[in-house]
T-cell receptor, first 115, second 111 residues
Framework: DQQVKQNSPSLSVQEGRISILNCDYT??????FLWYKKYPAEGPTFLIS?????DKNEDGRFTVFLNKSAKHLSLHIVPSQPGDSAVYFC??????????????FGRGTQLTVWP | DGGITQSPKYLFRKEGQNVTLSCEQN?????MYWYRQDPGQGLRLIYY???????QKGDIAEGYSVSREKKESFPLTVTSAQKNPTAFYLC??????????FGPGTRLTVL
């Protein structure tokens, strides 16, 4: 059973506009969340993360929002650029305080940014 | 340069043959992981290791085996018992409980 869900397999956005990618999780024990970006035939690259003690983390054009009560997080990209076109994976872990380092991944959302 | 290397980039195997995928890291990370990616499936964990000479099964370990004899290396063997081995295989490493960093991947195709 998927504990991390990305319900939108694809998203198309015009260059310069905001991209919002969504992620839901079911395990209330998750307390550390990450977003990865992946190009075809390459390994995922780490983008941004957030701990459950925060509700927002920002890094340049990328902002992650966490709503623990709704078990929902989102990644905002502003402004979107054509080079942002990739598959974005949401991931969760039981947290840095846990001895378990494994991540649970969603199935990914294909973002396409068009000129 | 520090990083994670996987070799080869593309690998072809005949049915019934075992094949070993290489993963090496020079980041001094304690933990290493193997994932498999299939279209529309995301990343599924095969095996992981948090310390040398120890490893744990992930969600889809059947038909796979690993070893962790050195901190830098975590090879994955795809055995003939794996029913559907054609996939993109990704290796990752991290300090335990920290952000995972991925290698470039190996595309395995069974002919």
């Amino acid at each position: 059973d998927q504990q991390v869900k990305q319900n939108s397999p694809s998203l198309s956005v015009q260059e310069g506009r905001i991209s919002i990618l969504n992620c839901d999780y079911t395990n209330s024990m998750f307390d550390y969340f990450l977003w990865y970006k992946k190009y075809p035939a390459e390994g995922p690259t780490f983008l941004i993360s957030i701990s459950s003690i925060k509700d927002k983390n920002e890094d340049g054009r990328f902002t992650v929002f966490l709503n623990k009560s709704a078990k929902h997080l989102s990644l905002h990209i502003v402004p979107s650029q054509p080079g942002d076109s990739a598959v974005y994976f949401c991931a969760a872990s039981l947290g840095r305080g846990s001895t378990l380092g494994r991540l649970y991944f969603g199935r990914g959302t294909q973002l396409t940014v068009w000129p | 340069d520090g990083g994670i290397t996987q070799s080869p980039k593309y690998l072809f195997r005949k049915e019934g043959q075992n094949v070993t995928l290489s993963c090496e890291q020079n980041l001094n990370h304690d933990a290493m992981y193997w994932y498999r990616q299939d279209p529309g499936q995301g990343l599924r964990l095969i095996y992981y290791s948090q310390i040398v000479n120890d490893f744990q099964k992930g969600d889809i370990a059947e038909g796979y085996s690993v070893s962790r004899e050195k901190k830098e290396s975590f090879p994955l063997t795809v055995t003939s018992a794996q029913k559907n081995p054609t996939a993109f295989y990704l290796c990752a490493s991290s300090m335990v409980t920290d952000t995972q960093y991925f290698g470039p991947g190996t595309r395995l195709t069974v002919l």
